[in-house]
């Protein structure tokens, strides 16, 4: 990490004799300095899609490529942090699953947070129970009912768990109505048969 957020400094390229002054030697600890940091700068550049990559391809040093992204994604400035919590409080459910809807909500508030703003669980739980949609009216009403405030933990354990319910009962519909259909078909082989016969 000394790399990456500039507290392991380059060492002077040559040494320096008796008196302070540069001489014509390297010094090995600038070379073990400059191969650990393009160590770190390879394994950073790595990590970059090719469009990220081509924003910092100029930056020779790990910490002044780190320094470039953090500017770039980690940006306080107050009309990205407006347009996070605007995404945010527009986030609803619609045909998602509940765990694909956190996961989304989870994103944009960890963006909030690598922008400095980060919400509190009682925020997040607010803006949740206001989005996650009529289908699931029931669960945020017994949620709110509650003596004490619902955690963003035991939020998403009853979201998920109201969501394996209704999966189950919409199987067990649909295994009745296969049912229904495939004895409505009986039935009429069998009238068919009888009305032949």
């Known amino acids: ?17 008796a008196a302070g002054q ?13 191969a650990q940091d393009q160590m770190v700068l390879g394994w950073i550049n790595n990590s970059l899609t090719p469009a990220v990559l081509a924003t910092v ?18 940006s306080q400035s107050q009309n990205r942090i407006l347009q996070l919590r605007g995404d945010l409080l527009r986030t609803m459910r619609g045909n ?39 289908l699931y009216e029931t669960t945020v ?4 009912a509650r003596d004490t405030p619902i955690t963003y933990d035991s939020l998403e354990a009853l979201l998920l768990s109201a ?12 295994d009745v109505s296969s049912m229904t259909t495939a004895f409505h078909s009986l039935i009429n082989i069998l009238l068919r048969r009888t009305k032949a016969g």
């Not at 540069?22 to 400059?34: F, K, Q, R, S």
């Open 1 to 17: 990490m000394g790399y990456v957020d500039g507290t392991s400094r380059c060492p002077p390229c040559f040494k320096t004799d």
């Open 22 to 34: 540069p001489t014509d030697e390297i010094n090995p600890a600038y070379d073990l300095w400059m």
């Open 57 to 74: 391809a100029r930056s020779t040093t790990s910490f002044f490529t780190w320094s470039s992204l953090a500017k770039r994604f980690a």
């Open 96 to 134: 998602m699953s509940i765990s694909d809807f956190l996961d989304k909500i989870n994103s944009i508030a960890d963006n909030l947070a690598l922008a400095g703003s980060p919400m509190n669980d009682n925020d997040l739980v607010s803006i949740i129970m206001n989005n996650v949609g009529p």
């Open 141 to 144: 009403s017994s949620a709110q």
């Open 163 to 174: 969501e394996r319910r209704l999966q189950d009962q919409q199987q067990a519909a649909l």
